[in-house]
Antibody, heavy 119, light 112 residues
Framework: EVQLVQSGGGLVQPGESLRLSCAVS????????MTWVRQAPGKGLEWVAN????????YYVDSVKGRFTISRDNSKNSLLLQMNRLRPEDTAIYYC????????????WGQGILVTVSS | EIVMTQSPLSLAVTPGEPASISCRPS???????????LEWYLQRPGNSPQLLIY???IRVSGVPDRFSGSGSGRDFTLRISRVEAEDVGVYYC?????????FGPGTKVDIK
Protein backbone atom coordinates (compact mmCIF):
# COMPACT_ATOMS: atom_id res chain seq x y z
CA GLU A 1 0.00 0.00 0.00
CA VAL A 2 1.26 3.47 -0.88
CA GLN A 3 1.68 5.56 2.25
CA LEU A 4 3.26 8.76 3.48
CA VAL A 5 3.19 8.78 7.28
CA GLN A 6 4.25 11.93 9.04
CA SER A 7 5.61 12.45 12.54
CA GLY A 8 7.40 15.02 14.63
CA GLY A 9 4.94 17.85 15.07
CA GLY A 10 4.07 19.56 18.32
CA LEU A 11 4.14 22.73 20.39
CA VAL A 12 7.35 24.74 20.63
CA GLN A 13 8.30 28.21 21.76
CA PRO A 14 9.46 30.92 19.35
CA GLY A 15 13.12 30.50 18.46
CA GLU A 16 13.11 26.75 19.08
CA SER A 17 13.62 23.92 16.61
CA LEU A 18 11.57 20.97 15.41
CA ARG A 19 12.15 18.19 12.90
CA LEU A 20 9.37 16.70 10.82
CA SER A 21 9.61 13.26 9.25
CA CYS A 22 7.71 11.63 6.42
CA ALA A 23 8.08 7.87 6.13
CA VAL A 24 7.29 6.55 2.70
CA SER A 25 6.24 3.08 1.59
CA UNK A 26 4.67 1.42 -1.43
CA UNK A 27 6.67 3.16 -4.16
CA UNK A 28 10.29 3.73 -5.18
CA UNK A 29 11.03 6.77 -3.05
CA UNK A 30 14.39 7.55 -4.66
CA UNK A 31 12.72 8.05 -8.04
CA UNK A 32 10.64 11.08 -7.07
CA UNK A 33 11.01 14.71 -6.18
CA MET A 34 9.32 15.41 -2.84
CA THR A 35 7.68 18.54 -1.47
CA TRP A 36 6.53 20.10 1.80
CA VAL A 37 3.36 22.22 1.81
CA ARG A 38 1.84 23.95 4.84
CA GLN A 39 -1.51 25.38 5.83
CA ALA A 40 -1.93 27.92 8.60
CA PRO A 41 -5.08 27.45 10.72
CA GLY A 42 -8.12 28.38 8.64
CA LYS A 43 -5.96 29.55 5.74
CA GLY A 44 -4.95 28.33 2.29
CA LEU A 45 -2.08 26.19 1.10
CA GLU A 46 1.51 27.41 0.93
CA TRP A 47 4.32 25.63 -0.92
CA VAL A 48 7.33 25.46 1.42
CA ALA A 49 10.19 23.46 -0.11
CA ASN A 50 11.10 20.65 -2.45
CA UNK A 51 14.01 18.32 -3.04
CA UNK A 52 15.31 16.41 -6.02
CA UNK A 53 15.47 12.62 -6.17
CA UNK A 54 19.13 12.40 -5.12
CA UNK A 55 18.97 15.35 -2.72
CA UNK A 56 21.31 17.45 -4.88
CA UNK A 57 18.82 20.31 -5.31
CA UNK A 58 16.55 21.95 -2.75
CA TYR A 59 14.35 25.01 -3.12
CA TYR A 60 12.51 27.07 -0.51
CA VAL A 61 9.91 29.78 -0.18
CA ASP A 62 11.60 33.01 0.89
CA SER A 63 9.94 33.09 4.31
CA VAL A 64 11.77 29.92 5.44
CA LYS A 65 15.11 30.28 3.64
CA GLY A 66 18.01 30.06 6.05
CA ARG A 67 15.80 28.58 8.80
CA PHE A 68 14.35 25.38 7.29
CA THR A 69 16.28 22.55 5.68
CA ILE A 70 14.67 19.85 3.56
CA SER A 71 16.57 16.58 3.25
CA ARG A 72 15.99 12.95 2.45
CA ASP A 73 17.43 9.54 3.27
CA ASN A 74 16.78 7.30 0.29
CA SER A 75 18.14 4.29 2.18
CA LYS A 76 15.42 4.73 4.79
CA ASN A 77 12.65 6.01 2.46
CA SER A 78 12.39 9.10 4.59
CA LEU A 79 11.82 12.80 3.93
CA LEU A 80 12.77 15.35 6.59
CA LEU A 81 12.15 19.00 7.34
CA GLN A 82 14.44 20.55 9.93
CA MET A 83 12.86 23.77 11.19
CA ASN A 84 15.04 26.16 13.19
CA ARG A 85 14.38 29.58 14.71
CA LEU A 86 10.68 28.95 14.54
CA ARG A 87 8.28 31.90 14.53
CA PRO A 88 4.60 32.14 15.46
CA GLU A 89 3.79 32.59 11.77
CA ASP A 90 5.20 29.11 11.09
CA THR A 91 2.23 27.65 12.97
CA ALA A 92 0.50 25.38 10.46
CA ILE A 93 -0.35 21.88 9.40
CA TYR A 94 2.60 20.59 7.40
CA TYR A 95 2.09 18.09 4.59
CA CYS A 96 4.68 16.02 2.76
CA UNK A 97 3.87 15.07 -0.81
CA UNK A 98 5.23 13.17 -3.77
CA UNK A 99 5.74 14.81 -7.14
CA UNK A 100 4.27 12.70 -9.89
CA UNK A 101 6.11 14.43 -12.71
CA UNK A 102 9.48 16.05 -12.23
CA UNK A 103 9.17 18.65 -9.50
CA UNK A 104 5.45 19.23 -9.97
CA UNK A 105 2.05 17.51 -9.66
CA UNK A 106 1.78 16.54 -5.98
CA UNK A 107 -0.18 13.33 -6.35
CA UNK A 108 0.35 11.63 -2.97
CA TRP A 109 0.07 13.38 0.39
CA GLY A 110 0.80 12.61 4.00
CA GLN A 111 -1.88 12.96 6.64
CA GLY A 112 -0.54 16.32 7.76
CA ILE A 113 0.98 17.21 11.12
CA LEU A 114 0.40 20.26 13.28
CA VAL A 115 3.24 22.52 14.31
CA THR A 116 2.35 25.20 16.85
CA VAL A 117 4.81 27.95 17.70
CA SER A 118 3.67 29.85 20.77
CA SER A 119 4.98 31.12 24.08
CA GLU B 1 6.61 35.51 -7.38
CA ILE B 2 3.59 34.57 -9.48
CA VAL B 3 0.35 35.62 -7.80
CA MET B 4 -2.65 33.36 -8.37
CA THR B 5 -6.18 34.75 -8.38
CA GLN B 6 -9.29 32.59 -8.23
CA SER B 7 -12.94 33.41 -8.74
CA PRO B 8 -15.39 33.01 -7.29
CA LEU B 9 -14.09 32.51 -3.75
CA SER B 10 -17.21 30.60 -2.84
CA LEU B 11 -19.84 28.74 -4.76
CA ALA B 12 -23.05 26.91 -3.83
CA VAL B 13 -24.24 24.41 -6.41
CA THR B 14 -27.34 22.26 -6.78
CA PRO B 15 -26.44 18.56 -7.16
CA GLY B 16 -26.39 17.56 -10.81
CA GLU B 17 -25.73 21.10 -11.97
CA PRO B 18 -22.41 22.27 -13.48
CA ALA B 19 -19.84 24.45 -11.78
CA SER B 20 -16.77 26.29 -12.94
CA ILE B 21 -13.87 27.99 -11.20
CA SER B 22 -11.53 30.49 -12.81
CA CYS B 23 -7.82 30.84 -12.08
CA ARG B 24 -5.76 33.73 -13.36
CA PRO B 25 -2.01 33.89 -12.69
CA SER B 26 -0.13 37.19 -12.74
CA UNK B 27 2.20 35.77 -15.41
CA UNK B 28 1.74 33.32 -18.24
CA UNK B 29 2.18 29.69 -17.23
CA UNK B 30 2.95 28.59 -20.77
CA UNK B 31 6.40 27.02 -20.92
CA UNK B 32 8.52 27.02 -24.07
CA UNK B 33 7.83 23.29 -24.30
CA UNK B 34 4.16 24.05 -24.95
CA UNK B 35 2.88 22.89 -21.54
CA UNK B 36 0.98 25.05 -19.09
CA UNK B 37 2.21 24.43 -15.54
CA LEU B 38 -1.12 24.80 -13.80
CA GLU B 39 -2.58 22.31 -11.34
CA TRP B 40 -5.91 21.91 -9.57
CA TYR B 41 -6.36 20.44 -6.09
CA LEU B 42 -9.39 19.62 -3.99
CA GLN B 43 -9.18 19.67 -0.22
CA ARG B 44 -12.22 18.03 1.31
CA PRO B 45 -13.08 19.08 4.90
CA GLY B 46 -10.58 17.62 7.34
CA ASN B 47 -8.53 15.92 4.62
CA SER B 48 -5.21 16.36 2.87
CA PRO B 49 -5.31 17.97 -0.57
CA GLN B 50 -5.92 15.77 -3.59
CA LEU B 51 -4.46 16.41 -7.05
CA LEU B 52 -7.16 16.55 -9.72
CA ILE B 53 -5.52 18.06 -12.80
CA TYR B 54 -1.95 18.87 -13.83
CA UNK B 55 -0.41 20.56 -16.87
CA UNK B 56 -3.64 22.51 -17.18
CA UNK B 57 -5.82 19.69 -18.48
CA ILE B 58 -4.44 16.25 -17.62
CA ARG B 59 -6.76 14.48 -15.24
CA VAL B 60 -5.09 12.26 -12.63
CA SER B 61 -5.88 8.58 -12.77
CA GLY B 62 -8.92 7.81 -10.65
CA VAL B 63 -10.38 11.32 -10.80
CA PRO B 64 -13.94 11.21 -12.16
CA ASP B 65 -14.32 12.44 -15.74
CA ARG B 66 -16.85 15.05 -14.62
CA PHE B 67 -13.78 17.10 -13.69
CA SER B 68 -12.01 18.88 -16.54
CA GLY B 69 -9.36 21.54 -16.80
CA SER B 70 -8.81 23.97 -19.65
CA GLY B 71 -7.03 27.17 -20.52
CA SER B 72 -3.63 28.49 -21.40
CA GLY B 73 -1.30 31.32 -20.50
CA ARG B 74 -3.07 33.47 -17.96
CA ASP B 75 -6.59 32.10 -18.04
CA PHE B 76 -7.60 28.69 -16.70
CA THR B 77 -10.86 27.03 -15.74
CA LEU B 78 -11.83 23.97 -13.73
CA ARG B 79 -15.22 22.60 -14.68
CA ILE B 80 -17.38 20.07 -12.89
CA SER B 81 -20.00 18.85 -15.33
CA ARG B 82 -22.45 17.56 -12.73
CA VAL B 83 -21.69 18.37 -9.11
CA GLU B 84 -22.08 15.59 -6.56
CA ALA B 85 -22.18 15.77 -2.77
CA GLU B 86 -18.64 14.38 -2.50
CA ASP B 87 -17.29 17.36 -4.47
CA VAL B 88 -17.73 19.66 -1.47
CA GLY B 89 -14.51 21.28 -0.31
CA VAL B 90 -11.99 23.92 -1.25
CA TYR B 91 -10.47 23.96 -4.72
CA TYR B 92 -7.02 25.42 -5.23
CA CYS B 93 -5.10 26.19 -8.38
CA UNK B 94 -1.30 26.14 -8.19
CA UNK B 95 1.39 27.25 -10.59
CA UNK B 96 4.43 25.02 -11.01
CA UNK B 97 6.27 27.08 -13.61
CA UNK B 98 8.38 29.32 -11.43
CA UNK B 99 9.80 28.85 -7.94
CA UNK B 100 8.45 29.35 -5.41
CA UNK B 101 5.36 27.52 -6.58
CA UNK B 102 2.25 29.38 -5.47
CA PHE B 103 -1.35 28.52 -4.77
CA GLY B 104 -4.49 30.52 -5.36
CA PRO B 105 -6.59 31.56 -2.33
CA GLY B 106 -9.02 28.71 -2.83
CA THR B 107 -12.66 28.44 -3.89
CA LYS B 108 -15.04 26.92 -1.38
CA VAL B 109 -17.72 24.76 -3.00
CA ASP B 110 -20.85 23.83 -1.07
CA ILE B 111 -24.03 22.03 -1.99
CA LYS B 112 -27.29 23.97 -2.04
Amino acid sequence: EVQLVQSGGGLVQPGESLRLSCAVSGFTFRSYWMTWVRQAPGKGLEWVANIKQDGSEQYYVDSVKGRFTISRDNSKNSLLLQMNRLRPEDTAIYYCSRNLRGDYANDLWGQGILVTVSS
Amino acid sequence: EIVMTQSPLSLAVTPGEPASISCRPSQSLLHSNGDNYLEWYLQRPGNSPQLLIYLGSIRVSGVPDRFSGSGSGRDFTLRISRVEAEDVGVYYCMQALQLPFTFGPGTKVDIK
